[in-house]
């Protein structure tokens, strides 16, 4: 379910990855799209069993395998749907959405913005500062903080760039 080959970066490039965005995930409802092997969504699902996490992906096998995770994992908190997230519409919406080497920044609040609370975020994970991807997001959302994570084991930047729809609390 991953690309990484090396075992011993598993640790630091996959779960401790996953678990540098905790602080900033608020209460409620999340939803990991293009969820591939999990990451972010199972970490953050196993730190926090309050948080209601959703991961969708639209590979049937990559979507029977984060079911069977969920089950062998013993995570009541998780739920997977498989599809397209243009085309995924729960009947409420969530408190964040994140995805992890999903698409540019304006493509990812495209897709997702039916998705989103009005007073929801966006928590967008990226390698280096997207400053190209910042500057092109549609004028309607706003960028409300951008942090460098620090991840133990991980040499390369990573960021975490957090963005609300410009009409909730504003």
């Keep these: 379910m991953t690309a990484l ?21 608020p209460a409620g409802s999340l939803l990991d799209v293009g969820s591939g092997g999990g990451m972010p969504g199972i970490p953050l699902a196993i730190a926090c069993p309050n948080l209601r996490v959703t991961l969708l992906d639209s590979n049937s096998k990559k979507c029977a395998f984060l079911q069977q995770a969920a089950i062998e994992l013993s995570l009541p908190n998780i739920s997977v749907h498989c599809g397209r997230v243009e ?3 729960p009947s409420v919406g969530f408190a964040a959405i994140t995805a992890r080497a999903f698409s540019g920044l304006a493509d990812f609040v ?18 280096v500062r997207p400053e190209d991807e910042m500057a092109h997001l549609p004028a309607d959302v706003l960028i409300d903080a951008v942090h460098r994570l620090q991840v133990p084991g991980v040499e390369g930047e990573r960021h975490l760039v957090v963005i609300r729809k410009a009409d909730a609390n504003s």
């Design 5 to 25: 080959i090396d075992r011993d970066k598993v640790l630091s490039h996959h779960l401790l990855d996953s678990l540098a965005v905790l602080p900033y995930v």
């Design 87 to 89: 085309q995924y519409h």
């Design 110 to 127: 495209a897709m997702t913005r039916h998705l989103l609370l009005a007073d929801g975020h966006w928590l967008a994970m990226k390698g």
